[in-house]
């Protein structure tokens, strides 16, 4: 099973700002890599896949990169709705499809 | 537009039994692989549990395999989880989950339904 291993746990910074993720694979998993938004009290929502494909409706302010087992993903400026929790998630050797323990963008 | 819809959740004693409803509707529910995710309270997401479109294929996370049985009725558009044996540990969201066959994410969710395992 492939670990999945994010940082920093929590993201703190004011709205405007630049936010860089961290997600680190155990193994390669080339470009099989995701990004969820999860606001308090809802769904996962896709933001990207293939590591750097937006989903439809994302805002270009969200940007991913990577490959192998680093990646990344950035919000250029953040928003006041940007203010939630990510998840990675590798798609690549499953099952299980595995995530990562999640960041906490939170408001500074 | 894909709708997911969860049901079935609630309190249950330990040891007990619940079983989770899926209703999907918005697409061919037939020809897509179905999932099972959940999330402790507080906690990040776990894989529970997934099946294929024809329903013959299934995989269980250790945590949950000899106890929870995955299945599906494509005639109704419905997603089953069959949860036995419960345990305190098994209180969570749960939420089901599309995506594409082959190396895909999750491109459509649940709002889930609450598993609560107490005395």
């Known amino acids: 099973e492939i670990v999945m291993t994010q940082s920093p746990a929590t993201l703190s910074l004011s709205p405007g700002e630049r936010a860089t993720l961290s997600c680190r694979a155990s193994?390669?998993?080339?470009?099989?890599l995701a990004w969820y938004q999860q606001k308090p009290g809802q769904a996962p929502r896709l933001l990207i896949y293939?590591?750097?494909t937006r989903a439809t409706g994302v805002p270009a302010r969200f940007s991913g990169s990577g490959s192998g087992t680093e990646f990344t993903l950035t919000i250029s400026s953040l928003q006041s709705e940007d203010f939630a929790v990510y998840y990675c998630q590798q798609y690549k050797n499953w099952p299980p499809l595995t995530f990562g323990g999640g960041t906490k963008v939170e408001i500074k | 537009e894909v709708q997911l819809l969860e049901s079935g959740g609630g309190l249950v004693q330990p040891g007990g039994s619940l079983r989770l409803s899926c209703a999907a509707s918005?697409?061919?529910?037939?020809?897509?692989?179905m999932y099972w995710v959940r999330q402790a309270p507080g906690q990040g997401l776990e894989y529970v549990s997934g099946?294929?479109?024809?329903?013959?294929?299934?995989h269980y996370a250790a945590s949950v395999k000899g106890r929870f049985t995955i299945s599906r009725d494509n005639s109704k558009n419905t997603l089953y989880l069959q949860m036995s044996s419960l345990r305190a540990e098994d209180t969570a969201v749960y939420y089901c989950a599309k995506k594409n066959a082959g190396d895909y994410p999750f491109d459509n969710w649940g709002r889930g339904t609450l598993v609560s395992v107490s005395s």
């Open positions: 193994q390669s998993i080339s470009s099989n």
């Open positions: 293939d590591t750097s």
């Open positions: 099946i294929n479109a024809g329903g013959r294929n299934t």
């Open positions: 918005g697409f061919t529910f037939s020809t897509y692989a």
